[in-house]
């Protein structure tokens, strides 16, 4: 992926993260930029596979926007939003990132140089990414030249 795209595609996860936080209201906007931050910053070394945005009530996921990269061909790109979350469907947010096979043949040590530059501290998580209780719902398509993220979401 090229700086350009990106960037590009950066934005766009950006703006719907920012709706999700505003909608929700369980995250303040310094702690909603640190993760972003750390996003971009995987993102630019290719590291991240998919981005997993996460309501739970009680601990169990009830909504997700997941965006997944890929190679595209496509030439127009949905806009963001059209996020149906609300404030007070949930009692917490979280962002699950999955690493690409780059990310896993590093070794310790430049694991550990490039975690050194996050300004959050990641930790694994017990929820299947595939989402299988809840039902795949609306999808996007974010394209900037031959880069790609497809957005979906789940209930």
């Given at each position: ?23 929700t209201?369980?995250?303040e ?12 910053l ?16 009680n ?50 040590s ?35 030249d ?5 957005r979906v979401?789940?209930?």
């Amino acid at each position: 992926m090229t700086n350009t795209e990106m960037t590009s595609l950066f934005k766009l996860i950006t703006a719907d993260i920012e709706i999700i936080r505003r909608k929700t209201d369980l995250w303040e906007l310094d702690y909603c930029n640190q993760i972003l931050h750390d996003i971009k910053l995987l993102i630019e070394y290719d590291y991240l596979s998919k981005i997993s945005a996460v309501l739970l009530s009680n601990n169990a996921p009830i909504k997700v926007k997941q965006f997944s990269f890929m190679s595209t061909t496509r030439d127009k790109s949905d806009r963001p939003g059209t996020i149906d979350w609300e404030e007070n469907e949930g009692d917490k947010l979280t962002v699950i990132l999955s690493y690409t096979p780059k990310w896993h043949n590093k070794s310790s040590s430049e694991k550990e140089r490039i975690e050194s530059l996050l300004q959050l501290s990641w930790s694994s998580t017990s929820i299947n990414t595939n989402f299988p209780h809840l039902k795949r719902e609306s999808e996007k398509n974010y394209t900037k030249d031959f880069a790609g993220i497809n957005r979906v979401g789940f209930q």
